[in-house]
């Protein structure tokens, strides 16, 4: 199952997922259809704010997230990024998902006193209680990909700071780096499939190709 295959890195893993013959199935949760078609792809428009029973899977991608500045308030933001990510995972879990992944961001920390990370952090501790057999959860640093084409808006500050990040890449820590979307997707598909017990988080340096 594979929930915000509508943003960047979401639809870079369910491309990947539909090309990976491991899956014979695919099962995409979303607030809308998408307009793509596939013998493996199963479409569920659902309500986040009053998920139904979800279809019963093996394995669990979850990618939705805001901005604060998108979701309008601290608590916008916080009812997508934490309620309906841990719901959802909580949702997967009791219809038989031993496997998640998750993308959360570099420095997420329950105990922050920046709000962006502290509540990261805290969907990250929550999600690590529910008792998945494998919990693998992607830190990426500033995500490269093309917005537009999603019909999500420009972010000014990301677009510079991308150019700059490039041209001071030699530089700059591979934590720090920015990353393609399409690397993230593959990492977390990758260590969701190798199945490693307990919680493992990727950060961005070891998502970054050789």
Known sequence: MVAGATGLVGREILAALLADKTYTSVHCVGRRTLPLQHPKLVQHVVD???LPALPRVDDCFIALGTTIKVAGSQAAFRAVDFDTVVALARAAHAQGATKLGVISAMGADARSPVFYNRVKGEMEAALASLGFD?????????????????DQPVRNGERIALVVTRWFKPVIPANYRSIQAGDVARALVHAVKASAPGVQRLLSGAMQPA
Request: hydrophobic share 55%.
């Open 48 to 50: 986040f704010k009053a």
């Open 134 to 150: 494998s919990l693998v959860i992607a830190r990426p640093s500033m995500l490269a990909g093309h917005r537009e084409a999603l």
